[in-house]
């Protein structure tokens, strides 16, 4: 025969908890015995185990009142649904470790294998951290929006990459956004502002830049609109590409009349 504290360890669980389980009428508490004490037989050591056993699976409280008055037959069964669920969770659980284990990759969380590729290029290159970062969010919303397009994008972007001009305009654009902002008149982004404008039209003269009015042109402004609250000085960039005639960010177009 136990005391509640001997019969707590024997289980592996609290007196606190047993108490609990006495009050919620999982567990009958045993009547004083002539010396004072509650004392606990073998039988209830084998309830005290089942409840923890099925506590400890997630079943309610309330189920597990019906579980141990059940048949055998009915305990079986509902122990084979309660191992179902737990395999399930379990498969959940996996996949989420999979994808927490993708995270160490940093960028291969919420993007296709081709974007990441890309900016494993653009830090190849010597693109700032900050930078590639910025791009990253960018793709993320283009994905989301055009998850089938990004194999039919990404071989013009890494293709960009062998242009001097593009890997100089990184590379400025790092050294602009490595330092904290400050004043938004950098002189640095007025030849930013040059090389895009440079690009934009030797791209418009080659018949790249065409509009679609059909077009869904959510993900290019959500990316304009992210650019701009990632950082103040990309609003004065874009201010110097309009005194150049031509309006946008991520696409940029002609203005009219230029």
């Given amino acids: 025969m136990l005391?509640?504290?001997?019969?707590?360890a024997y289980a592996g669980v609290t007196v606190r908890a047993v108490r609990h389980y006495h009050q919620v009428g999982l567990l009958p508490e045993p009547d004083r015995d002539a010396s004072g004490y509650r004392r606990y037989s073998a039988r209830a050591v084998v309830s005290?185990?089942?409840i923890r056993t099925?506590?400890?699976?997630g079943v309610p409280l309330a189920?597990?009142?019906?579980?141990?008055?059940?048949?055998p037959s009915a305990f079986a069964d509902a122990v084979r649904a309660i191992d179902e669920r737990?395999?399930?969770q379990i498969e959940r659980l996996e996949t989420s470790r999979r994808q927490i284990a993708q995270l160490v990759g940093g960028d291969r969380l919420t993007l296709p294998p081709e974007v990441t590729?890309?900016?494993?290029?653009l830090r190849e290159l010597g693109v700032s951290e900050r930078v590639v970062e910025g791009e990253r969010d960018g793709w993320i919303l283009v994905a989301a929006r055009w998850p089938e397009r990004i194999a039919e994008f990404m071989p013009g972007?890494?293709?960009?990459?062998?242009?001097?001009?593009?890997?100089?305009?990184?590379?400025?654009?790092?050294e602009i956004f490595d330092d904290e902002p400050g004043e938004t008149d950098d002189p640095r982004l007025a030849e930013v502002a040059d090389i895009m404008v440079g690009l934009a039209e030797q791209a418009y003269r080659a018949g790249e830049i065409l509009r679609d009015e059909a077009s869904d042109e959510l993900p290019q402004d959500l990316v304009d609109v992210l650019a701009v609250e990632s950082d103040p000085r990309v609003q004065r960039l874009r201010d110097l590409l309009r005194?150049?005639?031509?309006?946008g960010w991520n696409r940029m177009e002609p203005l009219q009349g230029r």
């Fill in 117 to 121: 590729a890309y900016l494993d290029r």
């Fill in 86 to 88: 737990l395999r399930d």
């Fill in 157 to 174: 972007k890494l293709a960009q990459l062998d242009d001097p001009q593009v890997v100089r305009l990184y590379r400025v654009l790092s």
């Fill in 48 to 50: 005290l185990v089942k």
């Fill in 243 to 247: 005194e150049r005639g031509w309006a």
């Fill in 3 to 8: 005391t509640i504290g001997q019969l707590a």
């Fill in 63 to 71: 189920r597990i009142g019906e579980l141990l008055d059940a048949d």
């Fill in 54 to 57: 099925l506590a400890n699976a």
